[in-house]
């Protein structure tokens, strides 16, 4: 069964670095548009979204390659019109390429994934003792990720390592993964690549779940209905 399906990021589009790697997942019948919330926008006026204390932080790249970091209730509207462009466009399913939470505020005619639901519904099935590593952009999404996967019960250890701004993780990151007796370890952030995920496995010897390569398995499976 043949399918448009809408991709959103919260950053720029369209995601050269994302869309090509899920592709071989989601099945030959399949085709992706994109749209951005930061579409449209120069550099200077997204600077001016910076999180402050509170605020739910979101982290991202541009289309010039450059990471940029904002709060998550500043781009809320501009997502909503992300998904408007993409029904229009004929999208029969949405996709959010992003792990965070995202309130209930979003209508669509369409099917709208979050792959933050998607990660919480598979990963306690997967774990022993509820407690797992979590890769995570940035310092200042510690707080919130602990509280994120709390709700789904589990134990959050978080490292941060900038899917966007660094190419291999610090040593003390590494150590931080091998030596914390988790489960497995999520890399929560679609940003992060098939080779980051190699490096981890690589390093630690543990399990480790990808998100980008997660959804778009998942996605999949509605190719070969």
Request: net charge negative.
């Amino acid at each position: 069964m043949k399918y448009k399906m809408g991709a959103i990021t919260i950053g720029q589009s369209p995601r050269t670095d994302v869309v090509p790697e899920m592709l071989p997942h989601l099945g030959p019948d399949v085709e992706v548009i994109q749209a951005g919330a930061l579409d449209g926008l120069e550099y200077e006026e997204i600077l001016e979204m910076k999180p402050q204390e509170g605020d739910y932080v979101l982290v991202s790249t541009l289309r010039d390659g450059r990471s940029v970091k904002f709060a998550e209730k500043q781009i809320l509207p501009r997502l909503q019109t992300c998904i408007d462009k993409l029904e229009q466009e004929g999208a029969d399913i949405i996709v959010f390429i992003c792990t965070g939470t995202f309130p209930d505020v979003f209508h669509s005619t369409r099917p709208l994934i979050y792959p933050q639901k998607l990660l919480h519904s598979v990963v306690p099935l997967l774990t022993k003792t509820g407690k797992i590593g979590v890769v995570i952009p940035d310092a200042d999404q510690i707080d919130q990720t602990i509280e994120k996967w709390r709700g789904s019960g589990l134990e959050a250890i978080p490292t941060p390592f900038s899917p966007y701004e660094e190419r291999d993780l610090t040593l003390s990151g590494l150590e931080n993964l091998k030596t914390n007796d988790v489960d497995l370890i999520v890399m929560d952030c679609i940003g992060y690549t098939t080779s980051m995920k190699e490096q981890i496995v690589r390093e630690t010897e543990k399990p480790v779940i990808l998100a980008r390569t997660l959804v778009a398995r998942i996605l999949g499976e509605l190719s070969r209905i």
